[in-house]
């Protein structure tokens, strides 16, 4: 099952989209003329407020889709991804905000960008709102700096 969005903006929603989230993220490295940014950690409700915006009342990620996406990853069965689990995940978000410009040097910083708590794993809502970002960054082309603090 490929839990990650596609990259076809006109697609809807599907059962094989993943999204998740996390906490601080370093400052990324500047490469071939893109800059410098310091990422922070995901703000819930700006992506609440963003989604709004964009989607108005269309339904963000099913519990069931977000519980799929815990599990094909989750290989411990705990009901969270610990970071070592979390990398596909991460390298998934990490492709995906590149493409509309928003650089992270490696998937550890985008981990800790979604971990809200920084507790090194990425609970159930941290994997919601990774999810309904992702979705924002693949559909409607979203900036994380939109959503970040």
Do not use: H
């Not at 490295?29 to 409700?45: F, Y």
């Not at 493409?99 to 507790?119: A, C, R, Y």
């Amino acid at each position: 099952m490929n839990c990650f969005p596609s990259d076809q903006a006109d697609e809807e929603v599907k059962e094989e989209t993943q999204v998740s989230e996390s906490g601080p993220a370093e400052p990324t490295d500047i490469t071939a003329g893109e800059e410098t940014t310091s990422w922070t950690k995901l703000d819930r409700s700006k992506v609440d407020k963003v989604w709004k915006e964009v989607r108005g009342d269309g339904a963000k990620p099913s519990d069931d889709f977000i519980k799929k996406a815990i599990k094909q990853d989750d290989f411990d069965s705990s009901g969270v991804l610990e970071k070592n689990e979390s990398r596909r995940l991460c390298e998934s978000f990490q492709l995906r905000a590149k493409k509309n410009g928003d650089i992270f040097p490696d998937w550890e910083t985008v981990f800790n960008f979604l971990d809200k708590n920084g507790d090194d794993t990425l609970d159930f809502e941290d994997v919601r709102y990774t999810m309904t970002v992702m979705w924002l960054m693949t559909k409607d082309r979203l900036s994380l700096k939109r959503v970040s603090t």
